[in-house]
């Protein structure tokens, strides 16, 4: 179970955003999961998107084709799914993080 860093308490898993800031339901700090774990997140996914074509014997071009939609439905997937198997460091967030875990200062 994951866990406020503010106030302790349980986080569900479908409060917490891998990508976004979210707030706790308790206490209401604005919380983020850490933007290593973001960029690993996104990393493994574009590792998959291009292995598992590899490993059922796509090469040049249908590779290239196999590859964007299998991006998409795995990073998807991860972002459901990847908090439940390794659970994220949730941290008090104070930024906007991109998608593959560059930080965008708050307007
Ligand atoms: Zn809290």
Wanted: charged share 20%.
């Amino acid at each position: 179970m994951l866990r406020c860093p503010s106030c302790g308490s349980d986080l569900p898993y479908n409060h917490v955003h891998i990508a976004k800031p979210f707030k706790c339901s308790v206490c209401g700090e604005r919380l983020c999961v850490g933007s290593l774990y973001l960029r690993l997140n996104y990393w493994g996914s574009v590792l998959f998107s291009v292995l598992v074509p590899l490993a059922f014997g796509l090469r040049g071009f249908s590779l290239v084709l196999a590859i964007v939609p299998l991006w998409v439905v795995i990073s998807v997937l991860a972002l459901i799914l990847i908090k439940r198997i390794i659970p994220p460091k949730i941290e008090r967030c104070h930024r906007e993080l991109t998608l593959d875990g560059r930080e965008k200062p708050l307007l």
